[in-house]
């Protein structure tokens, strides 16, 4: 069986009880962004990015001005970390062009 390149545990709040840990494992950050519980934030109309906190491997998602936690990525971070900041870098350089 192929070894997944990056495994994601869904962040629940401590008050949330009752739920299994949830925990997804993928060989992409296409793959990963996905998932049912990360693309749902995605197909709201307030988002606006997914970024990787730089401290950890927090996954995070942008509402308008809010951040909110996602899931921790416990293998494969710095992978997410660096392609999630090439397609930002992308949207931007895009989005410049489009104003010039």
Not at 60 to 76: A, L, N, P, Q, R
Not at 89 to 96: G, L, N, R
Request: glycine share 4%; aromatic share 12%.
């Amino acid at each position: 069986m192929d070894e997944k390149n990056i495994i994601i545990r869904r962040y629940r709040p401590a008050f949330f009880e009752g739920f299994d840990e949830e925990t997804v494992e993928v060989n992409s950050v296409a793959e990963l962004l996905a998932v049912p519980f990360i693309k749902v934030f995605a197909e709201n109309s307030k988002f606006r990015e997914f970024a990787m906190s730089r401290r950890d491997e927090t996954l995070m998602v942008m509402h308008i001005e809010d951040w909110y936690v996602v899931g921790f990525v416990t293998k494969g971070a710095e992978l997410v970390r660096d392609e999630l900041r090439s397609s930002e870098e992308a949207m931007k350089e895009i989005k410049d062009a489009e104003t010039d």
